[in-house]
């Protein structure tokens, strides 16, 4: 069983429909440069699977007694880290302001008074 990994991001900059990645998959020219493009990356991830991934898992095996082979990463730290940040800025873009605008203003209504 391999372990899952689910990491979070939002796709930005896409295609609307599969229509244009379809054709250009198509074309031997692009596939040769998405190849190309891509080799380095497919190099590192196969020394990181074969070479570097086995030797954190003997590792963990070592220190902890347990196996690690069926580990599914958890990703809620990086869902909750998010909505944090969405969070700090929601408070300081808006709700602050506001708030300071609504205490100006009740301030100034009561001097009138």
Not at 6 to 32: M, T, W
Not at 38 to 64: G, I, K, N
Not at 80 to 86: D, E, G, H, P, T
Request: aromatic share 10%; charged share 25%; net charge positive.
């Amino acid at each position: 069983m391999e372990p899952r990994l689910d990491v979070c991001y939002v796709n930005e900059h896409v295609a609307p429909s599969q229509g244009i990645a379809q054709s250009l998959l198509k074309s031997e020219h692009f596939s040769r440069l998405i190849e190309e493009a891509v080799s380095a990356d497919l190099e590192l991830y196969a020394w990181m699977r074969e070479q570097v991934f086995p030797s954190y898992q003997r590792r963990f095996r070592e220190l902890t007694g347990a196996d690690a082979s069926g580990v599914e990463v958890d990703n809620r730290l990086a869902r909750f880290r998010k909505n944090w940040y969405l969070n700090l800025a929601y408070r300081n873009v808006v709700y602050r302001p506001l708030l300071l605008l609504r205490r100006i203003q009740v301030r100034n209504r009561l001097e009138v008074n």
